[in-house]
């Protein structure tokens, strides 16, 4: 017998024991299953360590289900073997809307004795189709006891350790009258904010990263270290049941899904019931639009006839059920082969490896090119000519090389100077100038600024582009022809267009010589903001563009700023002021930008500074309660100086005045490691600025 701790009689132990796991569980249930967070988090570590201090003064009362046998078991050294009473089938797919047609019929035909309503239309529950892995998770009386992965349908391998890492997941159901038995079956799946969290973990440590959230879930699941799970947020999602015992199934598989909710089981919210396929179809598309804003990945929508007796019914052909399938929809990650790579030069001269693919359908395209970032970039995932590679297309994002799958690649390959890692060229692959890479810059530029074809090329479409100086109907192509025809060189060249020679280019009849011609006219005189925009100038965007031109009102003034007053404005810092001044100290731009200026390309406004303060740019966030200053009162303080108050830190924030009982946005500064000021040092900074 252990003794109770000091003062508490061991009753009043196991009650505390008991409240602190009602406590857990109902935060983790909001938390993971309804993503609706109540507890703040510091709150939670809380309420967990006290649990595993009493847990550990008084190990008899630890038990299974208690949440601190979350936090990830001892390794194992094998899966042991778990046999699947009913069998864990596949589905049949459907690829197009005669597959689907084709699939109502056979059920129709199939329930043929079956009593239908008056059109004779099925009824259908419908649900995503999760990318994931399978899983079977067994509770007995109500306590989760073990789950298993699909393995080959007959039987699978025991990961509840790993299981039990996943929040989501009861540990016990939520009723006072569990079943002997339940089965539950669902797709494990890594949430894509959860994947992309664990890769640029892996980024920063240099090691290698997952190709997509699907093998990052396949990976964590099968771990042989819990711990190593545990650190790997994967979620659970329930889409049947297997064998269940002791509890009456309700009539439809809908009603299924809603009992499953109510033990507080994870289940979509994306869930339907349609009739017909008519309904089958218009989920599918709904589905598919909502496809990228959902949190996970999709590869389609399974249909299940509602009715469990019309399933029994039906019954299974093969391997698969006659009253399911599964609607693709088109991949959006297919392999093929890297042809070469090649490098591009943008319009600050910037080098873009981008990979020649053998072209290959997929997200509904067929794809040639996938960029490869920068150099980093490729040596991390190891990209090399003749590689077969993952190429991904979701949505309307430009395609990427997901990764190499590296099995394809020969081994002797991997040393043989034919097939050699990728390396940046020394000289720029359009001019030959020498190329340079800054420290603690990504990217490798070309160093022959506008005298560089490639950078001269691009910095002009940028110039004419919609959000600068919008040119309408000066393309791409046509700024390359007037580049050829030796027409332009520079921005200022366009005010000088002539009819003639335009209307003897290829393509180019005399109606859109003169279209063209207006257009430009019409560009005349665009305000400032634009037109600094337009320029291109590294590190200065449309919204710094703005800033820039409200603040100095005059391209004039703005040439002039020294570094300090650009630094003013907000979001100028250092780095953007030096490439504002680099810019602007080059003898070609300053003949360009004087030419612009006779050309009336512009026209200046009306200075409004941004109030020059010893808080300048600077941005703070307020919590907590400060022992004499309001939070008015604080912010008044701050903005009189220049600085900005904002509701959330994140990576921009620069400091937090934190008071008593703060709140997460402390702990939140703390991991970002942003400074943080109590109000002695609030008033240091107010009165003498910021100590370098
Ligand atoms: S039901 C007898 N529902 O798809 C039918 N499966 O090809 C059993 N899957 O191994 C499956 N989402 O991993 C069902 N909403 C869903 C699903 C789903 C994903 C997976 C599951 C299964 C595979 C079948």
């Avoid at 990764?403 to 390959?413: E, F, K, N």
């Amino acid at each position: 017998m252990t003794t109770p701790a000091a003062g508490e009689a061991p009753d009043q132990t196991a009650a505390r024991v008991s409240a602190l796991r009602t406590a857990i569980n109902e935060a983790n249930y909001l938390y993971y299953v309804l993503d609706a967070p109540t507890l703040p988090d510091a709150e939670y570590d809380r309420l967990l360590r006290e649990l595993q201090e009493i847990e550990s003064a008084h190990p008899e009362l630890l038990t299974a289900d208690s949440p601190t046998q979350r936090v990830g078991a001892e390794p194992l050294k094998a899966f042991a073997e778990v046999a699947h009473t009913i069998p864990m089938l596949s589905l049949g797919n459907a690829f197009s809307e005669a597959d689907v047609v084709a699939f109502d019929r056979r059920v129709r035909e199939g329930l043929e004795r079956q009593a239908f309503d008056l059109e004779n239309v099925v009824e259908y529950a419908v649900e995503p189709k999760f990318d994931g892995l399978a899983v079977a998770l067994h509770y007995q009386d109500g306590l989760f006891v073990r789950g298993a992965t699909r393995g080959d349908g007959f039987s699978g391998e025991d990961v509840s350790a790993n299981l039990r890492t996943i929040h989501s997941i009861p540990m016990r159901l939520a009723t006072e009258d569990p079943p002997a038995w339940l089965e539950v079956r669902g797709e494990v799946l890594m949430l894509r904010r959860d994947f992309e969290r664990l890769n640029d973990i892996a980024r920063q440590k240099g090691e290698k990263t997952f190709v997509n959230p699907r093998n990052a879930a396949a990976g964590s699941l099968r771990q042989l270290d819990p711990r190593i799970s545990a650190q790997r947020r994967l979620s659970f999602f329930a889409y049947g049941v297997g064998r269940v015992e002791g509890m009456e199934l309700p009539e439809t598989h809908a009603a299924v899904m809603d009992s499953l909710a109510k033990l507080r089981l994870p289940v979509s919210d994306q869930r339907a019931v349609v009739s017909g396929v008519a309904g089958l179809m218009h989920y599918f598309t709904a589905l598919g639009e909502r496809r990228d804003r959902l949190p996970f990945d999709i590869d389609g929508a399974v249909y299940k006839v509602n009715r469990l007796a019309d399933q029994v019914q039906l019954g299974f052909v093969a391997r698969a059920p006659r009253f399911a399938i599964a609607h693709k929809y088109p991949a959006q990650e297919e392999m093929t082969q890297v042809e070469s790579i090649d490098v591009q030069v943008g319009r600050t001269g910037a080098l873009t490896p981008v990979a020649r693919l053998k072209p290959v359908f997929v997200g509904g395209v067929t794809v040639t090119n996938a960029t490869l970032h920068n150099e980093d970039e490729v040596r991390r995932k190891d990209v090399r000519v003749g590689d077969s590679v993952i190429v991904r297309r979701a949505g309307d994002v430009i395609p990427e090389v997901a990764g190499v799958v590296l099995d394809r690649r020969p081994m002797r390959d991997l040393v043989t100077p034919q097939y050699p890692p990728f390396s940046m060229p020394l000289a720029c692959p359009e001019c030959g100038a020498p190329v340079v890479r800054l420290e603690g810059e990504s990217a490798a530029r070309c160093s022959n600024g506008l005298s560089c074809p490639a950078q001269r090329k691009q910095a002009l479409i940028h110039f004419v582009s919609r959000r600068a100086m919008d040119i309408d109907g000066l393309g791409e192509k046509l700024v390359e022809q007037l580049l050829e025809h030796g027409l332009i060189q520079t921005p200022a060249d366009l005010y000088r267009l002539q009819r003639e020679p335009l209307a003897g280019l290829e393509r180019m009849a005399e109606k859109s010589a003169d279209n063209l011609l207006a257009a430009v006219e019409a560009s005349r005189g665009r305000d400032l903001a634009r037109f600094i925009f337009a320029l291109g100038i590294r590190n200065v965007g449309e919204q710094t563009a703005k800033d820039l031109a409200r603040h100095f009102g005059s391209l004039e003034a703005l040439m002039r700023a020294d570094s300090a007053t650009l630094q003013q404005v907000p979001d100028v810092g250092p780095v953007v002021a030096q490439s504002m001044q680099a810019f602007f100290a080059e003898p070609h731009n300053q003949s360009v930008i004087e030419n612009l200026r006779l050309a009336g390309a512009w026209k200046d406004g009306e200075a409004q500074p941004t109030i020059a303060g010893k808080l300048s740019g600077k941005t703070f966030v307020l919590t907590g309660t400060l022992p004499t200053l309001s939070r008015d009162e604080a912010k008044v303080l701050i903005e009189n100086e220049g600085g900005k108050v904002v509701g959330s830190v994140s990576r921009k924030t620069d400091f937090v005045v934190a008071g008593a009982d703060p709140g997460s946005k402390l702990t939140k500064a703390q991991d970002l490691g942003i400074r943080i000021l109590d109000q002695a040092t609030f008033h240091e900074l107010i009165s003498h600025g910021e100590k370098t």
